[in-house]
Nanobody, 115 residues
Framework: QVQLVESGGGLVQAGGSLRLSCAAS????????MGWYRQAPGKERELVAT???????NYADSMKGRFTISRDNAKNTLYLQLNSLNPEDTAVYYC?????????WGQGTQVTVSS
């Protein structure tokens, strides 16, 4: 079992930045890829970025250049740096982790960008 807890969300003005964190606990030894997804009101959950245990990153095209995913394996923590935010980035941001064939999700953290 893996538990994921996101933090760092909040209200920010357009053009601002936030850094999201996702702390993993439990059986973290066999976590492979981790990722960030987001879900805006009335929309489906969408990929933001993923990162493997070796550090290979993948971004959704619309996120490239503004968002940066990283992980600290020693701290079992995943990060997402959000820059140049705009109101369309308003959503609940979720982290997930792949572990021995299962996918675990956190409860999400709200990011609200005001114009």
């Amino acid at each position: 079992q893996v538990q994921l807890v996101e933090s760092g969300g909040g209200l920010v003005q357009a053009g601002g930045s936030l850094r999201l964190s996702c702390a993993a606990s439990g059986d973290t030894m066999f976590i492979s890829a981790m990722g960030w997804y987001r879900q805006a009101p009335g929309k489906e959950r969408e990929l933001v970025a993923t990162i493997t245990s070796g550090g290979s990153r993948n971004y959704a095209d619309s996120m490239k250049g503004r968002f940066t995913i990283s992980r600290d394996n020693a701290k079992n923590t995943l990060y997402l740096q959000l820059n140049s935010l705009n109101p369309e980035d308003t959503a609940v941001y979720y982290c997930n982790a792949k572990h021995t064939g299962r996918v675990y999700w956190g409860q999400g953290t709200q990011v609200t960008v005001s114009s």
